[in-house]
């Protein structure tokens, strides 16, 4: 009976020091301040080619189930080029989701297709990138990185942003395919 009561003690002060260790830890990581920005559906869209819009349909039905989020108006243009778009807005963090997932999206097999996606983003709407600018995001040609996007402002300034972290970081290397614009046009 003591070495029960004993267990019990020994349990408890563990997992209480468990979640006093998880709360210090939540107060000092550096997710904490990361702000969550809604972008309006008017500021930005996200073009796609190498897709049906029946397959679109399916992946992003998917998408919007796994972030609990409405499912996109998803309309056929020029060039069988698809635009997909979230009127009432999108999270700066989804739109970011959405580019690199229609590379890579769950259950589907896209050997032997050629997948081109962009978003374009409005000036003043993407945290890190000078509000001045508009920008473009865009998985990269020969990507090997399934967890990252590449941006390049109006300025020609490239970055990158790994989902890893909350901010884009500067780089010299845009990999910026050149079919990237004439998406939009």
């Known amino acids: 009976m003591i070495s029960v009561i004993l267990a019990v003690i020994v349990g408890g002060l563990f997992l209480g020091g468990a979640l006093m260790a998880g709360d210090a830890f939540k107060r000092r990581s550096p997710a904490r301040n990361f702000e969550v920005r809604l972008i309006e559906g008017d500021q ?18 998917g ?7 409405q499912e996109p108006r998803i309309v056929e243009g020029p060039g069988r080029v698809f635009s997909i778009d979230w009127p009432d807005g999108l999270e700066e963090a989804h739109i970011l989701f959405a580019v690199n997932y229609l590379h890579y999206p ?7 297709r050629s997948i081109l996606s962009a978003a374009r983003v409005r000036r ?7 509000d001045n600018q508009s920008a473009f995001i865009f998985v990269p040609g020969y990507d090997t990185h399934f967890d990252r996007v590449h941006v390049v402002d ?32």
């Not at 919007?64 to 989020?69: L, R």
């Open 63 to 69: 998408f919007a189930a796994m972030y609990d989020i």
């Open 106 to 112: 769950r259950d589907f097999d896209i050997d032997g």
């Open 124 to 130: 003043g709407n993407l945290t890190g990138i000078a």
């Open 44 to 61: 930005f869209t996200i073009r796609v080619r190498g897709w049906a819009g029946h397959e679109l349909r399916i992946i992003f039905a």
């Open 154 to 185: 109006d300025a020609g300034q490239a970055y990158l942003g790994d989902f890893g972290s909350t901010a884009f970081v500067q780089i010299d290397d845009a990999r910026m395919p050149r079919e990237v614009p004439k998406l939009f046009t």
